[in-house]
């Protein structure tokens, strides 16, 4: 593929936002929407947030001016890809009984495939994360149809939040894995310019059909300064070495109580979380109707109900529920899918109301390993 780079202009991603618009793709990514960079539908490089950037750290959100006109300036969206691929409710199916017969009626995929623009290293890997748990097993057939077709144009993050930690879970903020997006950018500030590389056959012809140049010694030399500034402005890290082993050796230490102290059980960070991919089915009967739907919703691991054994929960206790949580992304998620269920994308340290920061969480446990019983 296209390693070597092209330079593409901002009209030449207008360009391209437009004619994959006109090829049928529904094309999703970042914009302003009530003062948050939320991921929408987007028609052209008017919709993208420009000039605006991001503050993320534990528990706080907030757009912020730049001072100069970068469309991708910020860290990651104040909402997942995770909304489109394996969206919060779904409607699997509907039994009516019209004669007096029963019907069953499987709802219709939206059959356009979706364009993502914009999504970063991190979240490129909670996309293969998910790849893994709902296609490479036994296939989610709603997951498969939305996800098989997905045109995926990355951007590289030269402003990581304080909430991220890619780096440590080496996912970002730079996307190293080639064949990881059909198209990648990185955005240049200087001269306002990309330079774009192609990651897939799609995206090669994709690049093939837009107006680029070749990227030159300069646009080269500035994007690797820009990567190595981003990686330089990472503050969060985590040690993982022996840390999956250790989640399940620590199971019982009493410190579990004081790192989940604050904890409210409210399920934000498995809602925010772009690999948290639990679901509960529940029938919607309307009996005057004489109809029942069947629908899955995202479901957490921090409901009580969630663990729910013939008799009660096994997991009464909120610390009981945060360690589920905790353990699950860094340690059981290996066993089950060998992989790290974190990618280490923040949003779950953001958008915690009380600032619960997982990395933190990782190192009190770290560091009491070891210590009795809870
Ligand atoms: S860690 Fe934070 S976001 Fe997650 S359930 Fe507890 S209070 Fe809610
Ligand atoms: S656990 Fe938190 S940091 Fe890790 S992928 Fe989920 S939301 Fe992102």
Redesign the pocket.
């Known amino acids: 593929m296209g390693t070597s780079g092209r330079v593409l202009s901002v009209d030449g991603l207008d360009s391209l936002i437009r004619s994959i618009s006109a090829e049928g793709y529904r094309v999703l990514g970042p914009s302003v929407v009530d003062d948050l960079i939320r991921i929408t539908d987007i028609s052209g490089v008017a919709d993208l947030p420009a000039g605006v950037g991001d503050v993320q750290t534990a528990g706080k959100y907030a757009i912020r001016q730049r001072s100069d006109g970068a469309l991708f300036g910020f860290a990651t969206p104040a909402d997942t890809w995770k909304k489109y691929m394996f969206p919060p409710r779904v409607r699997l199916q509907s039994i009516a009984v019209p004669d007096g017969d029963e019907v069953v009626e499987h709802p219709p995929q939206d059959d356009r495939p979706v364009a993502l623009l914009g999504v970063r290293a991190c979240d490129l890997a909670a996309l293969r994360t998910h790849d893994r748990v709902l296609l490479d097993r036994v296939p989610d057939t709603d997951y498969a149809a939305r996800r098989t077709g997905a045109l995926l144009i990355a951007v590289d993050c030269h402003t990581p939040a304080d909430s991220c930690f890619c780096a440590s879970m080496t996912t970002g903020p730079t996307v190293r894995e080639e064949n990881a997006a059909d198209l990648i950018l990185t955005e240049l500030l200087d001269e306002h310019r990309f330079l774009v590389r192609s990651g897939t056959e799609q995206g090669a012809a994709l690049l093939e059909g837009l107006a680029t140049t070749e990227a030159t010694d300069e646009d080269t030399r500035a994007a690797a300064i820009q990567e190595q500034a981003a990686t330089d402005a990472l503050t969060k890290s985590l040690d993982t070495t022996g840390l999956a082993d250790l989640l399940k050796q620590e199971r019982n230490n009493p410190i579990w109580k004081q790192v989940a102290e604050t904890?409210?059980?409210?399920?934000?960070?498995t809602m925010m979380c772009p690999t948290c991919f639990c679901v509960s089915v529940e029938d919607e009967a309307d009996a005057l109707a004489g109809r029942d739907d069947r629908v899955r919703r995202w479901s957490s691991c921090?409901e009580l109900d969630y663990s729910y054994l013939h008799g009660g929960s096994i997991r009464e206790s909120i610390p009981s529920r945060?360690r589920q949580w905790l353990s699950h992304k860094f340690s059981t998620w290996w066993d089950q899918f060998d992989t790290s269920g974190c990618i280490g994308c923040g949003r779950?340290v953001t958008?915690?109301?009380?600032g619960?920061d997982v990395t933190e969480s990782c190192k009190t446990i770290q560091e009491h390993q070891g210590q009795g019983l809870m």
């Open positions: 904890c409210l059980s409210c399920g934000n960070c921090f945060y779950c958008w915690c109301p009380v619960i």
